[in-house]
């Protein structure tokens, strides 16, 4: 008998995620994968490179729900969906990550009494001023199956009182993607960098609504970072929220005519990949660079208060600036002058997390059998 898993994706940061699950889940005998894009995003830079480089076959629906604030894009979702899982019956519904898309997914699936399987689950920042946390919590208070990246969300969802029979650690699989892209990564990343200097570069980027969206901390970030100027380019892809923001109050051309820093459009995976892989540092206020980081052995710097991937930091890969940009100049200099090894990734960053999460659902699929 097939059991169809109906996965849903939205944004840019969920494509990663799900690229090496739907490979097993495609080369394992008595799985049927239908794949839904909500179409939270829906710039090809944003979405259809990522399908491309990723490998990720064409969604079998769009939903194109597009912007909006986080009830009318998250409603309309819900929406949408609803009548799919209706026609489609899926066995599981499985979401990653923690974007608006994979919230409404969540509820729609739970509400028809179809089991949801989240990949990511147990992270916390424990800052509700985010809403990939309110994303987080409510996604996994309705999970059947929650897949664990690092021990410590296994804390979090037992003091949350999740059964512990639901909980699986199986490690970071977003690094499974980026194992498996890397060598394409170099050569897309090469690309750009024969259009640079040789001096060391770092990559810096921001689009958290907390530094992006208050005016006032904008200009203070930008106001820090013409002042890093030196030996170090800083190479910059900007996303179009970030875009939009710098332009209306003039900063985008501003940064622009700096002499050591590279206005970028938002790059593909490969491309970014690449380009972090042999960056001197990374300077970013987004969730998932901080683990791809650590993996590659790039220092990151945060420009968060918070962060739900605790490990980077402990093991030393990642430092947390919080949101006061003036702490920015001195991290930079203290990375360029460390002479400190880079520190060991995490063992469950091995790229196999993929292949332990669809077998524990073929298992699990498999004993729900009437
Ligand atoms: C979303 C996620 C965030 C993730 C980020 C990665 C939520 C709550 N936020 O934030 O967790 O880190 O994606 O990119 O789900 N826009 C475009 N083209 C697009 C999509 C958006 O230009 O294809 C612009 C629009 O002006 C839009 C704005 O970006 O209003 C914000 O988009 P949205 O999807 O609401 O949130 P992100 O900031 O992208």
Redo the contacts with the bound molecule.
Sequence with gaps: MTRTILSVVG???NFMKIAPILQHIHQTPGLRSYLVHTG????DR??RQFFHDLEIPEADINLEVG?GG?GA?TGEVMKRLEPVLQQIEPDLVLVVG???STLAAAVVAAKLHIPVAHVEAGLRSFDRRM??EI?RVVTDVLSSLLFVSEPVGVTHLTHEGIPTDRIFLVGDVMIDSVTRALPRALKAGASIRGQLSDDPYAILTL?RPSNVDDPAQLERIVGQLETLAGPLQLLFPV???TE?RLRSLGLYDRLAAHPSIRMLPPLGYLEFLGLLANARLVLTD??GIQSEAAYLKVPCLTLRDTTERPETVTIGANRLLGTDPTAIGPAVRDVLASREPPPVPPALMDGFAAQRIVAILNTWLEAQRP
């Excluded at 939270?40 to 710039?43: A, E, G, I, M």
Aim: proline share 12%; glycine share 4%; no cysteine.
């Design positions: 944004a840019r940061p939270q995003h829906y710039d944003l979405s912007s986080h894009q923690d974007v608006n809403p990939e994303n689009h996303h179009p929220r939009l987004s969730g």
